[in-house]
């Protein structure tokens, strides 16, 4: 069992910028890719970024390009979001999530494992 553990998440001007960590339990943490996704008040969860286990492949959705950045530290069981540019647009529940498949990285039914969201709220 693998439990998850997002922070960092807060209320933020528009143009500012916010990092949020998910720190992971267990011995297994290199083997799953990880991966971001947000949801907002009556939307559909939305994928935003993901990491391959050895950080060698990484994906994000286009609304966040240039914006965002993932990374992975395996040594301490976290991968981060670096949020820079926020727009008010981004404002959402950010889930943290796990998964030892690597196809459609991107489909949140692929993983096995989530967080419990923090909430990122960026002002105009």
């Known amino acids: 069992q693998v439990q998850l553990v997002e922070s960092g998440g807060g209320l933020v001007q528009a143009g500012g910028s916010l990092r949020l960590s998910c720190a992971a339990s267990?011995?297994?943490?290199?083997?799953?890719?990880m991966g971001w996704f947000r949801q907002a008040p009556g939307k559909e969860r939305e994928f935003v970024s993901a990491?391959?286990?050895?950080?060698?492949?990484?994906y994000y959705a286009d609304s966040v390009k240039g914006r965002f950045t993932i990374s992975r530290d395996n040594a301490r069981n976290t991968v981060y979001l670096q949020m820079n540019s926020l727009k008010p647009e981004d404002t959402a529940v950010y889930y943290c999530?796990?998964?030892?498949?690597?196809?459609?990285?991107?489909?949140?039914?692929?993983?096995?494992?989530w967080g419990q969201g923090t909430q990122v709220t960026v002002s105009s």
């Open positions: 999530a796990a998964t030892r498949h690597h196809s459609s990285v991107v489909q949140p039914t692929r993983y096995d494992y």
């Open positions: 990491i391959t286990s050895s950080g060698g492949r990484i």
């Open positions: 267990g011995r297994t943490f290199d083997s799953y890719a």
